[in-house]
């Protein structure tokens, strides 16, 4: 990947080196989460957390950026396939869980603050 191609559209607009550092996190990768998460993907920030307990159903498909060929699949699963298509030097991890699991809940703090 050229990264100066890749981000040349963003001159003037942003600065991708000011999210290098950054990590994107979505908690609920609905038809609005994933939306906004396939737009950040191309802001410069090298990770990304994407948490959501739910698969594709076919009733999501008319409003929801996945299309058919992810139906089935763990929102999670088939937002990351998406998510590195745009950009694959992302690191990104998924948990396919439930914000408010007791397990998951405790976890987070640390990780999204350091």
Known sequence: MNKDLY???LKGI???EAFRDL???CFGLG???????LQLVGVG???CILVGPEKLEEENIIRHPLGYSYLGLPKVVGLRRAVLDRNPELQVETYQKNLLDEDFLPELPGRLLS
Do not use: H
């Open 7 to 9: 981000f040349s559209r």
């Open 14 to 16: 942003l600065n991708p």
């Open 23 to 25: 990590t994107l996190a």
């Open 31 to 37: 038809s609005g989460g994933a939306s906004v998460v």
């Open 45 to 47: 920030a090298k990770n």
